[in-house]
Every structure is written in structure tokens, then in C-alpha cells.
């Protein structure tokens, strides 16, 4: 049965081989990409999450995953296949989700 995560849940993905500066290793992430695009595509678009905070970067937003501090890193946006997707962990609540949105929109939109 193939795997169809829903957007805004929370997922470890393994984001082996990185290159640079791309996070790598096993970590939770966002799915980001529509629900429809989810249903049919082998791949979603994900943000990265990590534990480690930068309260002044603009581009992150502060959350609570899995019961501890964490961040969403939206300057790390990437696609990646279902195969690449572990354990749901979490999913964000309403107004993070909203402010993910905004962020995306502020960052990438017109």
C-alpha cells in the first residue's frame, strides 16, 4: 500500500545523500505539498525540522514537535520521494500551519 501523507503532517524522512548544506541524516519533516498532489505524485514537498533554534532568523518558524522545541527551516524547502518517509510523529496545529503558509508565501510568492 503506497504511503499518501497529508499536508501539514509530520514525518521522519531519511535525507540521505546531502550535499553542502542541505540537512541530512534522519529527521522529522513538514509535509508541505497539497493534498491532491499527495494523492498522485511519488514525491512530496517537505520542509526540514530541526532542534536546533535561531529565534532572529526569519525564515524559520518555532514549534512544538513531538512534545519538544523545534523549528521549521522553510529556507531548506525540498521534494523528495515517499520512499523517503518513516514514522508519522506529529502535525501541526491550525495556527502553525497558518503561519507556515504566510511564511511560504511571504519568502517564495509574488
Known sequence: MTLIPKRYEIYYADLNPAL?????KIRPVCIISQD???????SVVICPITTRIHKKWRSRIIIQCAGKNAEIAVDQIRTISK?????KIDQLNLDDAQKLRLLITEMYGE
Open 20 to 24: 553542502g548544506s542541505e540537512y541530512k
Open 83 to 87: 520512499q523517503r518517509l518513516r514514522k
Open 36 to 42: 491532491e498532489m499527495n494523492r498522485h505524485l511519488e
